[in-house]
């Protein structure tokens, strides 16, 4: 038996190339969870920014009514959990949208309420 003096030597190499292989898969797992995680996250991102603006297009809509004027900036979410904390009107969080308003462009010469946000 030439194998039984090595018996030992064999066997360590095994359980290393078994932990190499282990160590491989959790790390490809783990890179594989972050990117899905960051992904995630952007798409979380986008779906506030577009309630964000729908909220501001509610506020907009509501301001021609009553008054006939739209504020330049509206901001969204502030304090909530989970938006986004920024500098400018939005100083305590949330998104901050811009309001522009052009007069007698839109169909049959009304008005249009473009909205901007960044996420």
Partial sequence: MPFKKYKKAIVL?????IMLIISVLVLASLTLMTQE???AEGKIKRIRA??????AMVNATESLR?????PANVCVGAGVSGYPTAAGACSSGGFDVSVTRTNGVGVDGTDTVTLRTEY
């Fill in 37 to 39: 995680s960051r992904i």
């Fill in 13 to 17: 190499v095994i359980v290393i190339g």
């Fill in 66 to 70: 009553r008054s006939n004027t739209v």
């Fill in 50 to 55: 577009v309630y964000a603006l729908q909220s």
